[in-house]
């Protein structure tokens, strides 16, 4: 019977109505000052309200009269105050403020109209003490409303409404608000039941019936149980205990987590925005531990605004994130060049949504085709070139290093060619960390072509006297939520309820986001003066096994148990932690704590041209044997692993060969 009840207010239109509406401003303030009448006749009823002189004008000393005056007075001070703006259901220490200043400016005016007539006429109009009375009663009667519809609204709302109980960690003043807010939500999702205070100061204590408990790590299953919850709650500005590992107790006793920016309450309009709506889940993103990287450089702004951009490999995970950074920065126009259709129609949509006022250029073509990209550069004429377009699959160019070569190498060139022929002021190459002591033809690639954009700058600057171009090269680790990597992958396997594959138990990676990633490149491209290579700190490196339970606790379920991760050994290539400088290589620190300048071995141009000759010989000829062999003698720090190609490196080591690169020491330009 009481269940049927419940879910009849539940189903009626006129009940969720009222809930979901705040009652009129006028309402409450005709509820306030009828309240404040209740008080006056309570008070005339049971007192002498005032000895009146025998002579004074009966009308003046009518109850009626006095009444109204001490109404108006009240009425006056409400407007003052404005007490009667506050939504009843959500009343709090604040609204009990604004009741108090109103009673206290009423009585402040009818004390001093009294005190007025009594000058005036020897009599009092009022005794004071009768003032106090109705002051009492007054406020009393207007708190105690406001406390019972805000206990029948909360009322409704548990019973009407079924939420996810929460426990909330932190015991701070937004806390405290923040929890309360989310219980009285109008259509909210979440139900605070307890919060744990991380300072031991406030614990056993409780904040409007909501209990506050101390953090005690053997302690969090049993609270969570006595509770009936399985869901922790944290605030945004929590984010050093999540990134300091503590959260790991919770995902270990497969407790959820959920992350709720700090918003107000209410805004300039008086009406309260969702905090449901500012609650997601934690991604693992933010459990890395590692600290953000602050990406805001007015110089970079400075340089970009109003100038031709070009990004190639636009369409990609680096590219596209370029492309917007770019245009935030007020760049005049941007050229995308890339050959994936889909994904280029896609960012033409975004970009026209988002950046209305910037000169969007889609630009289809293939980087190794050097008369359509030079089409682009005698159209466009670009200032700027960052230089994303790269194969980047570890085992797939393992499988293919014809086309890991001919993109990554010579589409590299192509491009640099270009650049200098048609006056670009700066080129930006981006790298990766897999071109250190490379154990792939991926990471091989990546670093012949770093070898090429170096010599390339040094050469064209020792041969004119007024070079134009400037070749930059950036090396990072791997990007969060980039297209085929790791954490995407770990999420569709933990959707598809597993397993989780991880080729080693012990490798590790270096990660950043995305946006940091190009944020930090488009700053290393603006500080660079040429030959440079940069290099980014990643922060710690995280073990990939490590980050698979992560991601399957925060999915809810328990690691091999819930969901097996199955180790499927090394793939081609691979090795179990990257470097991101070689051992003969040092770095010099620039002004951006987080970029670093590779001091690396420099070779010389026309050496490296021919050995590049070589190289595309092997490559139209579709010998890959002679192509890796001629990879190797470029990079010799190059070892293949876990791969065919080692046979290849057996065969270089036999011979005595000084056909390797020759390196030279030209004075490379100080930061």
């Known amino acids: 019977m009481y269940k049927n009840f419940w879910d009849t207010l539940s189903r009626s239109k006129t009940i969720r109505y009222l809930l979901d509406t705040p009652a009129p401003k006028w309402a409450i303030l005709a509820v306030d000052l009828l309240l404040v009448a209740i008080s006056v006749t309570l008070t005339f009823r049971f007192s002498q309200f005032l000895a009146v002189d025998p002579t004074a004008n009966p009308f003046w000393y009518n109850h009626g009269v006095r009444g109204t005056f001490i109404v108006l007075a009240y009425l006056v001070a409400s407007l003052s105050s404005q007490s009667y703006k506050y939504i009843l259901r959500l009343s709090v220490i604040a609204d009990i403020y604004r009741m108090a200043l109103m009673v206290l400016e009423a009585n402040i005016l009818l004390v001093a109209a009294s005190a007025t007539v009594e000058v005036i006429t020897g009599f009092a109009y009022f005794r004071y003490w009768n003032l106090?009375?109705?002051?009492?009663?007054?406020?009393?009667?207007?708190?105690?409303?406001?406390?019972?519809?805000?206990?029948?609204?909360?009322?409704?709302l548990r019973q009407i409404n079924v939420r996810e109980r929460v426990i909330m960690l932190g015991s701070a003043i937004n806390s405290y608000f923040l929890a309360t807010t989310l219980k009285d939500e109008v259509g909210g999702q979440l139900d605070p039941v307890a919060m744990i205070a991380l300072n031991s100061k406030a614990a056993r204590s409780s904040c409007q019936g909501i209990p506050i408990l101390p953090y005690d790590e053997k302690q969090i299953p049993k609270i969570f149980e006595q509770f009936r919850c399985n869901t922790l709650l944290i605030l945004s500005n929590q984010i050093e205990f999540i990134r300091s590992g503590a959260t790991d107790v919770f995902l270990n006793n497969n407790i959820n987590l959920l992350m709720l920016n700090q918003v107000e309450e209410f805004d300039v309009t008086g009406e309260r925005p969702s905090l449901s709506s500012q609650v997601k889940r934690i991604n693992i993103e933010d459990l890395l531990g590692r600290d953000p990287i602050d990406t805001h450089n007015p110089n970079t702004s400075r340089l970009i605004r109003n100038q031709v951009v070009m990004v190639t490999g636009a369409a990609g995970s680096i590219g596209s994130e370029i492309v917007r950074q770019v245009a935030t920065f007020g760049a005049r126009e941007i050229v995308l060049i890339d050959q994936a259709e889909t994904p280029m129609h896609d960012m033409q949509l975004e970009m026209e949504e988002t950046f209305p006022n910037t000169r969007i250029h889609l630009f289809i073509g293939d980087i190794t085709n050097r008369d359509r990209m030079e089409r682009a550069f005698v159209k466009y004429k670009p200032r700027y070139v960052f230089h994303a377009a790269a194969y980047k699959h570890v085992p797939m160019m393992e499988r293919n290093p014809v086309e890991a070569i001919r993109n990554n190498v010579f589409g590299t060139k192509n491009i640099a060619d270009l650049s200098i022929i048609y006056g670009v002021e700066k080129f930006v190459m981006i790298s990766t960390d897999k071109a250190v002591n490379p154990t792939n033809i991926m990471g091989a690639s990546k670093r012949i072509a770093e070898i090429y954009v170096q010599s390339l700058h040094f050469h064209n600057h020792q041969m004119n006297d007024r070079p134009t171009t400037r070749f930059i090269t950036t090396r990072f680790g791997n990007v969060l939520g980039s297209n085929g990597s790791v954490i995407p992958r770990f999420k569709a396997q933990i959707d598809a309820g597993g397993p989780v594959t991880v080729t080693h138990r012990d490798i590790i990676r270096y990660f950043m986001t995305i946006p940091e990633a190009c944020s930090?490149?488009?700053?290393?491209?603006?500080?660079?003066?040429?030959?440079?290579?940069?290099?980014?700190?990643?922060?710690?490196?995280?073990?990939?096994?490590?980050?698979?339970?992560?991601?399957?606790?925060?999915?809810?379920?328990?690691?091999?148990?819930?969901?097996?991760?199955?180790?499927?050994?090394?793939?081609?290539?691979?090795?179990?932690?990257?470097?991101?400088?070689?051992?003969?290589?040092?770095?010099?620190?620039?002004?951006?704590?987080?970029?670093?300048?590779?001091?690396?071995?420099?070779?010389?141009?026309?050496?490296?041209?021919?050995?590049?000759?070589?190289?595309?010989?092997?490559?139209?000829?579709?010998?890959?044997?002679?192509?890796?062999?001629?990879?190797?003698?470029?990079?010799?720090?190059?070892?293949?692993?876990?791969?065919?190609?080692?046979?290849?490196?057996?065969?270089?080591?036999?011979?005595?060969?000084?056909?390797?690169?020759?390196?030279?020491?030209?004075?490379?330009?100080?930061?």
Do not use: W
Request: aromatic share 6%; glycine share 6%; with cysteine.
């Open 520 to 671: 930090l490149v488009l700053e290393a491209g603006c500080m660079g003066n040429g030959g440079e290579i940069y290099v980014f700190d990643m922060g710690q490196p995280v073990k990939i096994y490590d980050l698979a339970c992560r991601m399957i606790s925060l999915a809810g379920f328990r690691p091999n148990q819930d969901i097996k991760i199955v180790e499927t050994g090394l793939r081609p290539g691979e090795k179990l932690y990257e470097e991101l400088l070689n051992d003969k290589e040092l770095t010099t620190a620039t002004h951006h704590p987080k970029i670093m300048i590779a001091k690396v071995r420099i070779y010389d141009y026309k050496n490296v041209v021919e050995h590049l000759k070589t190289l595309h010989r092997a490559l139209t000829q579709g010998d890959t044997h002679s192509l890796v062999a001629e990879m190797k003698h470029i990079v010799p720090e190059f070892h293949s692993r876990n791969s065919k190609r080692e046979q290849v490196d057996h065969e270089i080591e036999e011979e005595v060969t000084t056909n390797n690169l020759v390196e030279i020491q030209p004075n490379t330009p100080s930061n």
């Open 132 to 156: 106090l009375t109705i002051a009492i009663f007054s406020f009393s009667m207007m708190a105690c409303m406001r406390l019972v519809l805000k206990y029948i609204y909360s009322l409704c």
